[in-house]
């Protein structure tokens, strides 16, 4: 089993900023890669970023000049930083782990850009 403890969605204005932070526990490799997807309102969910267990990074090209993705192994924790925030990054932002070809879901966290 594994669980997860999403956290640092809510409302911003157009330009501010937010921090998502997503820690996983239970069966599962402190060096799993981690990452986010998104679901915008009616829209399908989709991949936006990942991160190994080294560090290295993965972005969408929609927000790669503005995300920025971290970890901290021994937390079991990854953080989501999102600068300059458009209505159009609105969306649920899911955390997912992938270990052992499989992977595994947070319950979301809602990021919503208005004025």
């Known amino acids: 089993q594994v669980d997860f403890v999403e956290s640092g969605g809510g409302l911003v204005q157009p330009g501010g900023s937010l921090r998502l932070s997503c820690t996983v526990s239970?069966?599962?490799?402190?060096?799993?890669?981690m990452g986010w997807y998104r679901q915008p309102p009616g829209k399908m969910r989709d991949w936006i970023v990942s991160?190994?267990?080294?560090?290295?990074?993965n972005y969408d090209k929609l927000v790669r000049d503005r995300f920025t993705i971290s970890r901290d192994n021994a937390k079991r924790t990854a953080y989501l930083q999102m600068n300059n925030l458009k209505p159009e990054d609105t969306a649920v932002y899911y955390c997912?782990?992938?270990?052992?070809?499989?992977?595994?879901w947070g319950q979301g966290t809602q990021v919503t850009v208005s004025s």
């Open positions: 239970g069966s599962i490799s402190a060096t799993a890669v």
């Open positions: 997912y782990a992938l270990w052992s070809g499989e992977t595994y």
């Open positions: 991160i190994l267990g080294s560090g290295g990074t």
